[in-house]
């Protein structure tokens, strides 16, 4: 999303994890997507390359030098601890100690429920404006929104399920949802 909001042209090369081309694994050893490569640049964290784009170009100021702090603190809480949950809520058959009741009870008190009090004072998670952290977090809210379609109503965070919902039906958003061909290192470039 922010690289098709920065309008920065790329090709994007979808890859099979089962089956990562060695054209990646050269540029790249650790193996994890995306990794994004500009002439003899190779960014391999999704939030570094949300940055290098906007950076670059930022239209709405999405992120700027007084907001990157706050926006970092709410992204590194989101790819720690609440990731850690969400893989927990995703596969519970590998975490048979947790029941689901801590994970959710853990997901709500530690994230979710900060970000639909964030959204009570204003529409998105920095104020009224709709920011990097908006972009950044809510695909992780929506993976998590997803195991149980009922749990959202169920939650009472009206705030953080109307927020979800405009971000799932953005334009941009469904303007980046897209199935790619898989790239293999034999595919013509
Ligand atoms: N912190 C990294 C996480 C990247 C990551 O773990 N990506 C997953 C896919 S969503 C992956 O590539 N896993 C490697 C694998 O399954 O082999 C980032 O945001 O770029």
Redesign the pocket.
Known sequence: MALAYSGIPVEIREIS?RE?PASLLAISPK????VLQSDDLVI????DIMKWALKQFDPDQWLSAETENVTDEWIEKN?GPFKKLLDQYKYPDRYPDISLEETLSQATSLFLGPINEELKKGAYLLGPKISLADIAIFPFVRQFAMVNPDWIDQSGLKFLKQWLNEHTESPLFLSVMHKYPTWHDSTPE
Do not use: A, M, N, R
């Not at 193996?31 to 995306?34: A, F, N, S």
């Not at 391999?44 to 939030?47: A, F, G, L, N, P």
């Open positions: 994890l990562k193996g994890t997507v995306p391999e964290q999704s939030y790819d």
